[in-house]
C-alpha cells in the first residue's frame, strides 16, 4: 500500500529562524510518503525560503493568511490549499522528531480514526519534560480535562474529514484562543482520536508565547467554548476547569469582582479546583498571574 501525501500546516509570523527549524524537522522525516509544507504568513511578508534545499518527495510553498487574521484563518488557508490525503499542524517553534509521521500515520489504518496525536517533550527553563497522552480518548475525557498532552503540533487529521463533517477551525473563537480544544471536541464527535505513546514531538515554552498575557482573549476564547459545547453541563468537573481558568484571567487583568464572581461558579462545580483559589490570590495582588503561569510552564505544566 503507498504511504498517503501529508500536507503540513505552519501558520507563521514574525518568527524567521524558529519557523526554519520548524520546516526543517519536517524535511527531515524518515516517512516514505510524500510531504507537502504549506506556510501561512499571518499579517506578514510572505518568504518562500528558497534558499532550503528540499529532498525527493518533499514540496514547500508560501501563502498569505487570505481569511481571518490570526491562527484559525491562517490555519484555514493553509488547509484549503493542501493536496495530501492527510493534513498535519506544526507551530512555527516547535519541531518534530524524524519518526513521528512514519509511527503516527499508521494510525489511519483505522477508518474511524480522524485525528492522530503523538505524545510530546516540553522544553521548558526548568528542562525537558516528557508528556504522553493516552492511545484513546472519548469525549467524557475531554470534557473532563484538556488532556494537554494532546499539542496541536502532533495533530494529523483526515483531509476529508476537516472539509466533511468535522470541518475547518473555527474562525469565530475570539483570539483563536482554544481552537485546538474545541477541534478535539469535534473531532471527538465525529469519529475517533488515537496517539502514538511516545514523545515525537517537540514543544517549546522556553520562549514567549502570543498568548501570554492576553487575558482578555483567554476570558473571550474559554466563554465561547463553554457556550458553544453545552456538553460542559454533563461534566462538573470539567465546567469548573474551564470557569477556573477565567477566573485566573480576569484576577490577572485586575478586575477583582469578576475573579472572584468566576472564582465561585468554579468552586461550586467542583470545590477542589486549584485555579479558583488561585485567581483570587492573583486578584488580590498576592501574586502576578504571569509568575504563576511562569512557575507552572518551567515544570512543564500550564494554567
Known amino acids: ?79 484549503l ?33 480522524v485525528l492522530a496525536a503523538t505524545g510530546i517533550e516540553i522544553m521548558s527553563s526548568g528542562g525537558s519534560h516528557v508528556r504522553v497522552p493516552p492511545t484513546r480518548v472519548g469525549l467524557a475525557d475531554l470534557l473532563r480535562s484538556r488532556i494537554t498532552e494532546l499539542h496541536p503540533s502532533s495533530f494529523v487529521l483526515r483531509a476529508s474529514a476537516l472539509l466533511g463533517d468535522l470541518g475547518l477551525v473555527d474562525e469565530e473563537l475570539p483570539a483563536s484562543y482554544g481552537e485546538d480544544y474545541d477541534m478535539l471536541l469535534r473531532a471527538v464527535q465525529v469519529g475517533r482520536i488515537a496517539s502514538v505513546p511516545d514523545p515525537l514531538t517537540i514543544i517549546h515554552w522556553d520562549r514567549t508565547s502570543y498568548f501570554t498575557e492576553k487575558w482578555q482573549g483567554i476570558v473571550d476564547g474559554l466563554g465561547y467554548i463553554l457556550d458553544k459545547h453545552p456538553q460542559f453541563a454533563t461534566s462538573r468537573v470539567g465546567r469548573s476547569r474551564i470557569e477556573g481558568q477565567i477566573a485566573f484571567a480576569h484576577g490577572a487583568l485586575g478586575d477583582r ?11 461550586r462545580n467542583d470545590p477542589r479546583q486549584p485555579r479558583a483559589y488561585l485567581a483570587m490570590m492573583v486578584g488580590m495582588g498576592v501574586v502576578s498571574g504571569e509568575k504563576v503561569v511562569a512557575t507552572l510552564n518551567s515544570r512543564g505544566r500550564g494554567l
Open 257 to 267: 469582582p469578576r475573579a472572584r464572581n468566576w472564582a465561585y461558579r468554579a468552586i
Open 81 to 113: 490549499t493542501t493536496t495530501g490525503t492527510l493534513v498535519a499542524l506544526c507551530d512555527d517553534d516547535d519541531e518534530w522528531k524524524p519518526t513521528k509521521l512514519s509511527r503516527q500515520v499508521p494510525l489511519f489504518e483505522d477508518p474511524e480514526v
Open 1 to 79: 500500500m503507498q504511504a498517503p501525501k501529508v500536507s503540513v500546516v505552519m501558520a507563521t509570523r514574525d518568527r524567521p529562524q524558529l519557523l526554519r527549524r520548524a520546516v526543517s524537522s519536517v524535511l527531515a522525516q524518515d516517512y516514505a510518503g510524500q510531504i507537502e509544507i504549506v506556510l501561512v504568513y499571518d499579517g506578514t511578508e510572505v518568504d518562500e525560503l528558497a534558499d532550503l534545499e528540499l529532498p525527493t518527495g518533499r514540496s514547500l510553498h508560501a501563502v498569505p493568511n487570505d481569511r481571518t487574521p490570526g491562527l484559525a484563518g491562517a490555519r484555514n488557508t493553509g488547509i
